[in-house]
C-alpha cells in the first residue's frame, strides 16, 4: 500500500486539531508553526509536478482569511485549508483533492447546522441565523446575542471560548437566550479529508510521479 508522506503528515495534524477545535474552538499556533514549513518542504519533492494544482488555494485561502477576520470562520481554518492544500494536491478526477476535501467538510457542517437548528425557533430573532436557545444549553457551539442582535462578547477577545461563555449566561439576563450556531469546520474537513485520503489510494494506488512510503 502506498502513502504519501505528505497527506499522513497533512492527515496527522488536521486531526490533532481537529480535536483541539472540537473539544475547546481554539487551535494551538504550534500546529500550523510545525505542519505548514514542514510541508511546504515536502511539496517539491512529493508534489512537484502539481504546483498548479495550487492556483485555487492561493484565491480561496486568502478569501477565507478575510472571512474569519469577520467572525464568520474560525481563525484556524484557513491555515487548516493550507495544510490540506499541500497534503492534497494530486488530482481527483477534474479537482486537486483538497477541494473535494474543502466542499465535502462544507457540505456536512450545512448537515449538521440543519440537524442543530431543526425544531428551534428563530421568530422575532435580532439578526438572521439567530435561535432561541435555553440558557443551560448553551456551550462553545452556540454564539450569544443580545436583544440588539449584537454578540454578546468580542469574538476577537483572546481569553479561552468557553470563559466568554459563562460570562455571557451570568451577563443574560432569563432562561433563554438568543444565540447562532458555530460549528467548527476543522472536524469536518479531517473526516473529508480521511475519506478522500482512501479515495485516494483505491483508484490511485501508485503515482510515478510521487516518492512514497511503503507499508
Not at 54 to 75: C, D, F, H, N, T
Not at 83 to 102: K, R
Not at 203 to 214: E, H, I, K, V, Y
Amino acid at each position: 500500500m502506498v502513502f504519501p508522506a505528505p497527506s499522513v503528515l497533512a492527515l496527522t495534524f488536521a486531526g490533532l486539531a481537529a480535536l483541539q477545535d472540537a473539544r475547546d474552538r481554539e487551535v494551538s499556533d504550534f500546529f500550523w508553526v510545525v505542519s505548514i514549513p514542514a510541508l511546504a518542504i515536502l511539496f517539491p519533492l512529493f508534489y512537484g509536478g502539481f504546483l498548479v494544482e495550487l492556483v485555487p488555494a492561493v484565491l480561496i485561502i486568502p478569501i477565507s482569511y478575510a472571512v474569519s477576520r469577520k467572525g464568520l470562520l474560525g481563525e484556524a481554518d484557513p491555515f487548516a485549508l493550507l495544510v490540506l492544500a499541500l497534503g492534497f494536491p494530486q488530482p481527483l478526477g477534474v479537482f486537486p483533492a483538497y477541494l473535494l476535501i474543502f466542499f465535502l467538510g462544507l457540505v456536512c457542517e450545512l448537515g449538521a447546522f440543519a440537524v442543530i437548528i431543526h425544531g428551534r425557533s428563530g421568530k422575532g430573532a435580532p439578526s438572521p441565523f439567530t435561535y432561541a436557545v435555553k440558557k443551560s444549553e448553551l456551550n462553545v457551539f452556540w454564539l450569544p446575542r443580545l436583544e440588539d442582535g449584537s454578540y454578546a462578547f468580542d469574538i476577537n477577545d483572546p481569553r479561552p471560548f468557553r470563559q466568554l461563555i459563562e460570562e455571557a449566561k451570568e451577563k443574560i439576563k432569563g432562561e433563554w437566550v438568543w444565540a447562532t450556531p458555530i460549528l467548527p469546520l476543522l472536524p469536518f474537513l479531517f473526516a473529508s479529508s480521511l475519506a478522500v485520503f482512501a479515495l485516494s489510494l483505491l483508484t490511485r494506488p501508485a503515482q510515478a510521479s510521487l516518492t512514497p512510503f511503503t507499508a
